[in-house]
Structures are given as C-alpha cells and as structure tokens.
DNA sequence: GAAATGCGCGCG
DNA sequence: AAAGCGCGCGCATTTC
C-alpha cells in the first residue's frame, strides 16, 4: 500500500483489522490486514506519512489509540457524519436521481444509525471491543467491507447534494471535534483539588467528618426553619416548602429563585442562601471532587453532537456546568499556564453572516455588537439591545424582550427574516438547517397528530389551544436551531483548526515543566477544554504568546472557512492565566 | 427496589 | 428585567 493514500480506512473483524488505502477519487490503492493488537504501531507508522483516517466511531477506536501513545491529526467519523447526511436537507433540493438515490440509500443503512459507544464506560485499552461486549451498546458496524460501503455512500451522498462544500466542511469539522474530545478526556482539565477544598471551606464551612450538611449548610437551614415556624419543615421538597412558605404569608406558586425573589419577606434571603449552598454542596461538593478528580486531572467525557442543535453534551461530572465560582480550582501545572478565549455574542454574529445583514455585521464591528446596536439607534441602551437581541433569537413574545424586539426588525430586516422565517417553518411541521447543513429534526408523530385533531372541524377549544402552544415551542426551537446550530459549527471549526495550529508547533523539551500525567501530547500546549463558545488551552507559559496568536488566528480562519470574505468580526476575550477563570 | 417523572439550578 | 432556546445532574416523589 503507497505510503501517500489521501484516505485510510479501518474496519475489524474478529481479533484482525484491515487497512485500506484510497485515493483522492476513493480508488482503492492496497489493503493491509493485521493482529488488532498491532495497529497502533501500524496507525502511526501511516500517520507520519500523512493521511486522513475513516472509522466507524471516534469514541470507540481512539481513546485506545491516545493510551497506546498515538495521536492521528485527521479522521472522518462516519457515524456521526451519518447522522448529518441522513437527515440533511440538502439531500432534498433539487430532485436530481442522484441525490435522491444517495439520500436514499443513506437511509436504507440503518446500522449506522447506532448510538455511540461510551467512552467514558469503555476500558481505554480495549481497541475496537467485540459487539454488544459486556451489555454495552454495539455501536456502528465495523466490518472492513461495511465501512467501506458507508465512505462511499456518504462521498456520493456529499457530491450530489446542493452544498458539497459545505456539507464536506460539516463533515470535517464534527470529526475533528470528535478527536478533541478523546483528547481532551485523555489529558484532563488541570483541577487542584486543595483550591477547590479551600473555596469549598470558605463557603460552606468545614467538611463534616462523619458525612452530612456542612456547618454553614445546617446553620442556614436552622435560620429558615425557625423563620418558616417549623423546626421539622423540609426545605428540599418543592411541595412541602411551598406549604410551609404559604403557612408565613409568602403566596409564591413556585420555588423557583427568580420567583422567590420577588417576595418581601425575612425568610427569602436565608432560603435563596440555603439553596445555593446546599446546591454547591450536593452538585460539586466533595463528593464531586472524589469522584471525578484523579491524579490532579478532572476527565470529563465529552459528547459530539449531543444536542440535536450539533452542540456538544457531556456525560458524568456535569462538565458543561462547573459553577463559575469553582473555575478558581482549575490551576495549571507548574510552570505552565492557560489561554482561556471566548468569543463574544457568537451567536448575533453567527446570524448576521448567515443571513448576509450588513446591518447587523456593521452593529458587530468592534468587540461590543450591543453597543453597536445602540449606535445604529435601534434600541437606547446596551441593556435593552441584548434583551431584544435574545428575545428575536429565542422567540420573545412577551415581556420588555417581546416589546424591543420589532424595534431591531425595522433596522436587521434581513437577520430578523431568517430567525423569523425558520419559526414558520417550524410551526408548520418543517425542518431548517444551519448554514453548513445540519438539519433540526422533523415533527415528532404526536406533534402532528396534536396538530391534525385540532384542524378537524369538530376540534374544540382544548385542542386547538394545544395544537398553538405546540407550534410555538416548535418554531421557537426551528427558531433558535437555525443560529445555535451554525454557532456550533463556526466554534467546531475554531477548535479544529486551534488543534491543528497546536499540533504544527515546535516541540516543547521534555525537562520544560511537563505536566504531572498524561499522553504524550499533553506535553506540548495542548486544548483541555471546551464549551460552546469558549476554550482552554494548557502550555508552557513560555508559550503563552505563541498561543495566543494560534487561537487567534484559529478564529479569524474559522471565520472565512464559514462566511468567506463576508465582513463580520469574531472578537476573542482571551486571558493568559494560571487559573481557569474568564477575565 | 428500580425506573420514570418533575422540579430546580448550574452552564452556554 | 423577565422567564423566550439548548443541555446534565441531584433530589424528592411517583409509578411499576
């Protein structure tokens, strides 16, 4: 097999795996079988003669791979690019024989339509575990002649499509995010975990030694108790505090926070108090810490494309949702430090290219798009620009948002028709797709059966008003799904090419301060973590600056990989810092 | 006793 | 300020 295949395929069976290289056109060039336990060694002799590789799942083959010590810069993740060209709506467009013909076949495989393998359950050493192994999900095939089949479908599913080069660009971009999130997993985020002992400490008050509320905890319930009248009310039952709190005159129909607050009464301060450290408590407490720190390494397991909208989801830890307080704990090794970036209003910006407002793109020059929306004189303050601006993303109706928003359809008309458009669409059963293709789910069958009993004439007034609530919460998703989604694809492709940057750079000497654990690439500046909008990478502090400029730059090259040469800025918030905390 | 559901709250 | 999008998780409660 030539050493330059464009494309190197990988499918196992049994305890052998097979290595078929194609060309650029997916001619086959020669095909290799070996020992499964031999190809880590085989992967990385083809990777340092460069190659793209094609698996049936990123979560199952490369965290085995990352321990054995091999890292691979490129791959296409086939089922998760299943999932994208199955239900795309670039398929539909146009008609053409061969875009019905792909989009059919694509559909007709519905092996591939298999969730991913856990990689937070896998072993990290069992390569490519046999099917359905210990009760385990048995995730996409993996038969060399079925991936095989799969590439090809998903080539010519891409080719015939309306949008080949956005669609490849999706494709590209969700399995590079696929291989950052094994290596993000493989290195960990740095977590010192006598900061977070401290902080916990400070808030909550000493650790109790044979289990139980932390003193601050138990004081505080005491104080609300003694206010609600009632030594024994449970203040962790949402129906029981309610009666205890209409017992002392607080007439709240939740217990929701933001409720609560409304309430002039003694017992609400000490009661939002309660819930948030009993909330700091029970959700990342020291439980948290012992469960999920390891060896100075907090491993979330992330999950690609685990919202419908293409963001990520996590899985154990709660990884998208560390409480900004505890980002203090999040502390780089010794002589190393953070670029920690974000992008400001991502989302706005997103919409403004994608419905090509030059409006809206002009409101976005600079690093503040709500002031700019203030200079254009759509709104008279930053306040009101952000909530109107949420409100048009989100489907406000009611409320200041509600009110603001036709402000901003009069000056964004073009942003404001997309968002709008993609509600209608929604609300009568349709599906809207990003800017690179990915397309929302279609109407559930009792959405639609909610909608066809209210149309028939004998519908009543219960029906009907049920079938409207069901198209609005519908069009507010389609709504939110068209800028969220394209969001995610533009963040997916800053991290993509962040990695790449990364891996280019020069290595760092060993005796440079490595990190305490970890695959050898968490020895270079490497990216530890990543969420939504923002991300962390962990370097030499010596480095600092070279990363800056890679992430950077890494945005500006999402940018036009998206939009081209549309005129629409992408500012960074970027920190070099040893601790994980934004600005 | 396990699984499903609702609530509430953390994150974007 | 109000309660409009997307998640995961812990607890209490309900259901099987």
């Known amino acids: 097999m030539s050493a330059a295949a464009a494309w190197t395929v990988v499918g196992v069976s049994g305890d052998t795996a097979t290595l078929v290289g194609l060309d650029a056109d997916g001619g086959e060039r020669g095909r290799d079988r070996v020992p499964l336990e031999t190809l880590a060694q085989r992967v990385a002799a083809r990777e340092a003669a460069g190659t793209r590789w094609v698996w049936s799942d990123t979560a199952r083959v490369y965290p085995a791979l990352l321990h054995a010590g091999v890292r691979v810069l490129r791959c296409r993740d086939l089922r998760l690019c299943h999932a994208i060209l199955r239900d795309t709506a670039l398929l539909d467009g146009d008609g053409s024989d061969a ?13 591939w339509d298999a969730p991913a393998v856990d990689p937070g359950q896998a072993p990290p050493v069992a390569l490519f575990e046999l099917d359905g192994a210990a009760g385990r999900p048995a995730g996409p095939p993996q038969e060399i002649g079925e991936v095989l089949a799969e590439f090809a479908r998903q080539r010519a599913a891409v080719a015939a499509s309306t949008q080949p080069r956005r669609l490849d660009l999706l494709c590209a971009v969700e399995s590079a995010g696929a291989l950052v999130a094994a290596e993000m997993t493989a290195a960990g985020l740095p977590w010192d ?9 400070e808030v909550l008050g000493a650790r109790p030694a044979g289990g139980g509320a932390p003193r601050r905890v138990a004081e505080t319930a005491a104080t609300v108790r003694a206010l609600l009248g009632d030594d024994k009310a449970s203040l962790d039952s949402p129906p029981k505090l309610l009666r205890s709190l ?7 129909r939740t217990t929701a926070k933001w409720e609560l607050r409304e309430y002039d009464h003694p017992v609400i301060a000490p009661l939002l108090e309660y819930k948030a450290l009993m909330r700091l408590f029970t959700a990342n407490g020291w439980a948290w810490l012992a469960d999920w720190v390891r060896d100075g390494r907090f491993r979330p397991v992330y999950i690609p494309a685990g919202v419908v909208t293409g963001r990520w989801a996590s899985s154990g830890g709660g990884a998208l949702q560390i409480p900004r307080r505890l980002r203090a704990a999040v502390r780089a090794d010794p002589g190393w430090t953070f670029v920690v970036a974000d992008v400001a209003q991502l989302e706005p910006r997103v919409l403004a290219a994608m419905s090509g407002d030059t409006a809206l793109a002009a409101a976005a020059r600079g690093s503040d798009l709500y002031s700019g929306i203030v200079d254009s004189g759509a709104v008279a303050t930053r306040a009101e620009a952000k909530v109107a601006m ?12 509600g009110r603001l928003v036709p402000r901003l359809r009069r000056t964004y008309r073009r942003a404001m028709a997309l968002v709008d458009t993609a509600a209608r669409e929604g609300e009568r059963g349709g599906v809207v797709s990003t800017w690179l293709g990915r397309t929302s789910p279609a109407a559930s069958r009792g959405w639609r059966e909610v909608q066809s009993l209210a149309s028939d004439e004998n519908a009543g007034v219960v029906e009907r008003e049920r079938a409207r609530r069901a198209a609005g ?16 694809e533009w963040a997916l492709a800053w991290l993509a090419e962040v990695r790449l940057r990364l891996a280019a750079l020069a290595p760092v000497p060993v005796e440079d301060a490595a990190p305490r654990s970890g695959p050898a690439f968490s020895r270079t500046p490497h990216l530890a973590f990543f969420l939504h909008d923002e991300l962390i990478v962990h370097t030499p502090a010596a480095r600092a600056d070279e990363v800056d400029r890679i992430v950077r730059d890494a945005a500006a090259a999402a940018a036009s990989l998206l939009f081209g040469d549309f005129p629409i800025d992408f500012p960074l918030d970027l920190h070099i810092s040893p601790t994980g905390e934004k600005g």
Do not use: C, K
């Open 99 to 111: 875009a019905a013909a792909a989009a059919a076949q694509l559909r007709a495989a519905a092996a």
């Open 246 to 252: 209409h017992r002392v005159g607080v007439p709240a």
């Open 193 to 201: 975990t006598a900061a977070h002992d401290a902080i916990l400490t």
């Open 390 to 401: 949420l409100g048009a993303m989100y489907g406000a109706t009611t409320g200041e948002s």
């Open 473 to 488: 919460d519908r069009g507010r998703f389609t709504r939110n799904f068209v800028v969220q989604g394209t969001a995610a």
